[in-house]
């Protein structure tokens, strides 16, 4: 069982930046492959970013590539989701989750946190 709780969303003006951090607990953190997802109302829970078990090994929705930053510290325990050149449909709910392995669809992965909200204004 492995338990995930996000941090740092909150309200960004567009062209601006924030970290997400996950941090999680439970079983070994450094055997699962992590992703990042988000949603928005109505609309059904997408890919954003996902990062191997070794951290060597990185993959990007194109709506993001070039802009967000996936990265993880097994010794922390956390991933970390560095999102910069913000723009308002990036606006939507981020979801960290865990996995066996590296994947891009939601039901790759057995465990999810309950999510940060990230706002960005025009």
């Known amino acids: 069982q492995v338990q995930l709780v996000e941090s740092g969303g909150g309200l960004v003006q567009a062209g601006g930046s924030l970290r997400l951090s996950c941090a999680a607990s439970?079983?070994?953190?450094?055997?699962?492959?992590m992703g990042w997802f988000r949603q928005t109302p109505g609309k059904e829970r997408e890919f954003v970013a996902a990062?191997?078990?070794?951290?060597?090994?990185?993959v990007y929705a194109d709506s993001v590539k070039g802009r967000f930053t996936i990265s993880r510290d097994n010794a922390k325990n956390t991933v970390y989701l560095q999102m910069n050149s913000l723009k308002p449909e990036d606006t939507a709910a981020y979801y960290c989750?865990?996995?066996?392995?590296?994947?891009?669809?939601?039901?790759?992965?057995?465990?999810w946190g309950q999510g940060s909200q990230v706002v960005v204004s025009s």
């Open positions: 990062i191997s078990l070794s951290g060597g090994n990185a």
């Open positions: 989750a865990a996995g066996v392995r590296l994947g891009f669809a939601p039901y790759e992965y057995q465990y």
């Open positions: 439970g079983r070994t953190f450094s055997s699962e492959a």
